[in-house]
């Protein structure tokens, strides 16, 4: 048993000397020019007027488009687009990458905002793992972006429907590389980065299993030789000189899965209040009519709101017009498991349109069973008084 277990500890170091051999003689790949963007998508308020918004924001602002690099459409954009606001600011650093002097502030009309650090990035692509490490769970851009939001969210007063931001925050990071220092091609950089590239994407610098790597780059596309896009669920690489395109459905599709989750969490409260409306008795006549119709109002606005909230980020951007860009909303919205959030979210509205229905008939039921009482006390009194007389 000994002699085996010194045998398998040499040949696990033996791997690990030869996996080393081979990254150290692997072809190193410079990047020339690129931005690390951090996003930190918020729900700030039930919804947000961008027409009223737009004057009282006192940085520079701007309508949001989706810029095309390639032939679609005019009405492939946002609707309606948000509103974009670029604050100047000291530049902050994690650990030693500093971000640009700028943050950017996307708000859309359906209460969410999204908050976005730029990191130049430069050298050799393995020292995007370092910058990954730093980012991920970074608690200082984490506060930092849910301060910038609440002050922006006072600017805006009244712009701003029920404003306050939720707790629950969606962060992604993308890796955009502009340029290799070499030329590029998508078929060799993957061969030859697979391993490097999950351990950017995961944020983690152990030795992934085959397994693991290949789950971590299956997410890709291409629209030619010289670009490539790898979403991940915490990162994607995207390599393209322009890019701005996909870069704007990733982040949107965050956007999206934030407001999955939080109208997600806003239903299971939403059902827990309509049972307990469901279950709680009322035995005073005097005020059954009052209660209904109370009850079913308050279930009616829990309805309202959510279905009103599902159906403003499922209508927000339309992908029909760009074939690539909608492979690319497709893939990440697998990666992000959109579908299946859609599916419970849905489920969860016809639950609280049966509850709902069941509270109306209940309703209906007491109001027949007065009715039937006050006949049968009528009848009773008509008897009554021909007794009398």
């Not at 692997?26 to 004057?55: H, M």
């Not at 409260?269 to 469901?278: I, V």
Request: proline share 4%.
């Amino acid at each position: 048993m000994c002699s085996l277990a010194i045998r398998d500890d040499k040949l696990a170091v033996m791997a690990k000397v030869e996996l080393g051999r081979e990254l150290s003689t692997a072809p190193k790949w410079i990047i020339q020019n690129g931005t690390c963007f951090v996003i930190f998508a918020y729900d700030a308020a039930r919804s947000i007027n961008l027409e009223l918004a737009e004057p009282r924001v006192h940085e520079a602002t701007q309508r949001q488009t989706m810029p095309h690099k390639r032939r679609a459409p005019s009405y492939f954009e946002y609707q309606p687009p948000p509103l974009r606001v670029s604050q100047d600011t000291e530049p902050v650093h994690v650990g030693k990458f500093p971000a640009r002097g700028s943050v950017d502030l996307l708000l859309y009309d359906f209460g969410a905002v999204t908050v976005t650090y730029s990191f130049p990035i430069a050298g050799p692509f393995g020292d995007l793992l370092q910058l990954s490490e730093e980012l991920y769970d970074n608690e200082l851009l984490l506060s930092d972006s849910r301060l910038r939001v609440n002050q922006l969210l006072q600017v805006m007063g009244e712009a701003a429907t029920q404003a306050g931001v939720a707790p629950v925050v969606e962060d992604y990071v993308i890796f955009h590389i502009e340029s290799f220092a070499q030329p590029f091609d998508t078929g060799r950089f993957c061969s030859e980065q697979c391993r490097q590239i999950a351990q950017i994407l995961r944020a983690e610098r152990q030795i992934l299993s085959d397994q693991e790597i290949d789950d971590a780059i299956s997410t890709r596309i291409s629209f030619g030789t010289e670009d490539l896009t790898i979403a991940d669920w915490n990162a994607a690489l995207l390599v393209d000189r322009e890019g701005e395109d996909v870069r704007a459905v990733l982040d949107f599709a965050n956007v999206e899965l934030l407001e999955m989750r939080y109208l997600d969490q806003r239903l299971d409260r939403a059902l827990d209040q309509a049972y307990d409306t469901l279950s709680r008795p009322s035995f005073n006549l005097l005020r059954v009519f009052g209660y209904y119709s109370a009850a079913l109002r308050r279930v009616a606005e829990l309805q309202v709101d959510n279905a009103t909230l599902f159906e403003g980020v499922n209508n927000t951007l339309k992908l029909l017009g760009d074939q690539y860009l909608a492979r690319v909303y497709r893939l990440v919205n697998r990666r992000f498991h959109l579908d299946e959030w859609d599916a419970s979210i849905l489920r969860k509205l016809q639950t609280l349109e049966s509850i709902y229905e069941k509270i109306s008939d209940q309703a209906a039921n007491r109001r027949m069973e007065i009715l039937e009482w006050v006949i049968i006390i009528l009848i009773a009194a008509s008897i009554a008084l021909e007794f009398i007389h």
